[in-house]
């Protein structure tokens, strides 16, 4: 069982194309869930809820958030970068089976997106 919401397929995209180790981004996902948990409230009252699932919720939130958080925990920018796109990839997954992929991808060339386990 991982410490995340990001479930394998759009791991394994996100793992592709992150210039991350696959080990090292999977441990950045783990701490990012961490915080993302703790303000999971802050998500409802600020964010717009793009999904809810009985694994995660996802919430649309400004763009640079990735950059902004990765900045706060100390990553560089090839690291929130990789985080940033497997929480994209996982939303993007989501919507294809509820048939609102392209919708996410209209908001996300606007926005980004948390995803965060429940």
């Known amino acids: 069982m991982t410490d995340h919401p990001i479930e394998s397929t ?16 999977s441990d950045l996902l783990g701490e990012a869930q961490t915080v993302l948990a703790e303000r999971r409230d802050r998500y409802h009252r600020r964010y717009e809820r793009a999904l809810a699932t009985d694994d995660f919720e996802a919430f649309f939130v400004e763009d640079g958030y990735w950059a902004a958080f990765g900045e706060e925990r100390g990553w560089n920018r090839r690291e929130y970068e990789g985080v940033a796109r497997a929480h994209r990839r996982q939303l993007l997954h989501a919507g294809k089976r509820v048939d609102r992929r392209d919708e996410f991808e209209a908001a996300l060339g606007l926005r980004e997106v948390v995803v965060v386990g429940r």
Do not use: E, F, H, K
């Open 10 to 25: 759009p791991l394994l995209l996100a793992m592709a194309r992150a210039s991350v180790a696959p080990n090292r981004l």
